[in-house]
């Protein structure tokens, strides 16, 4: 059985109906429920196409906290989807009872950790979306901190990392964001956008190709490529390179989605101390 089914009927969704929600267009779905779904794939796809008057519509059906809910819970998916993805895991036998027991606990249970403002998160933003429940935003904040005090990659590649995962989100505000901690040369940012015709070394070409096929498409991630990336990376850097990829990729897809301007005076430098690093 297929994760996505076996995650599905978890959550008492039939084979049927969890086939229907390839085309929502047809799908025997209540308005709401068509524009979550809606929400959801252009949240994961494409948050830069997300309009003004789609964003109307799904306001007209949804409160602002809702829709913070709605865009944690679909990336948080995400990140255990693709993640499963890019390292062909199939469920075992009985998975079904405990897919996502695996996720990191600071991801995995937002109601452990207790409140704190979204606003202090410097790659975050909370202009468009008032309401986000305080629980999610330590949630999201603890994923950020683990995954950069994880001391498996160096900071530089970290920063490349963030920056092509800003990119790939087309968010603007995030690709102004520079951390003082983990300065790049002019090669460095200048390589990010096209990493293959660059002169960086090679484990951090592979890094930075495997980021984009891990967001984009991590079935693309062929068992060739897989075992060149465990020429240069041991199992646990891997681990680490997709969970920081993932993570930043949750968070800039929704800035993207909700139109973050860039910030003011271009490129903004912060510390990450506000992680613990």
């Known amino acids: 059985m297929h994760y996505r089914y076996a995650e599905g009927q978890r959550n008492l969704l039939t084979e049927a109906q969890i086939e229907?929600?390839?085309?929502?267009?047809?799908?025997?779905?209540s308005?709401?429920?068509?524009?979550a779904v809606q929400f959801c794939e252009l949240l994961v796809s494409r948050p830069w196409s997300m309009t003004d008057a789609f964003c109307a519509e799904l306001k007209g059906h949804f409160s602002d906290g809702e829709i913070a809910e709605l865009a944690f819970h679909t990336m948080y998916m995400n990140v255990y989807h693709c993640f499963?993805?890019?390292?062909?895991?199939e469920p075992a036998k009985g998975d079904d009872e405990n897919v996502i027991d695996q996720i990191p606990k600071a991801l995995a249970d937002p109601r452990l950790a207790g409140p704190q403002a979204l606003a202090q998160i410097p790659t975050f933003t909370l202009e468009r979306v008032a309401g986000v429940p305080a629980h999610m935003a330590q949630a999201y904040r603890d994923a950020l901190s683990a995954v950069w005090k994880e001391p498996s990659l160096p900071l530089h590649l970290k920063e490349m990392l963030r920056l092509k995962t800003a990119e790939l989100a087309q968010d603007a505000q995030a690709s102004s964001l520079r951390f003082r901690e983990a300065p790049l040369t002019p090669e460095q940012l200048a390589a990010i956008a096209d990493p293959g015709r660059s002169k960086l070394a090679e484990r951090e070409i592979l890094a930075l190709q495997f980021a984009e096929l891990l967001v984009t498409q991590p079935v693309g991630i062929t068992k060739a490529f897989f075992d060149e990336m465990l020429l240069h990376y041991t199992d646990t850097q891997l681990v680490a390179l997709c969970f920081f990829t993932l993570a930043h990729n949750s968070g800039y897809r929704f800035e993207s989605a909700m139109n973050a301007p860039p910030r003011e005076g271009g490129v903004v430098y912060e510390s990450l101390s506000v992680y613990g690093v």
């Open 31 to 35: 308005e709401r429920e068509r524009l």
């Open 84 to 89: 499963r993805a890019a390292i062909d895991l």
């Open 20 to 29: 229907q929600l390839q085309d929502v267009s047809t799908a025997p779905l």
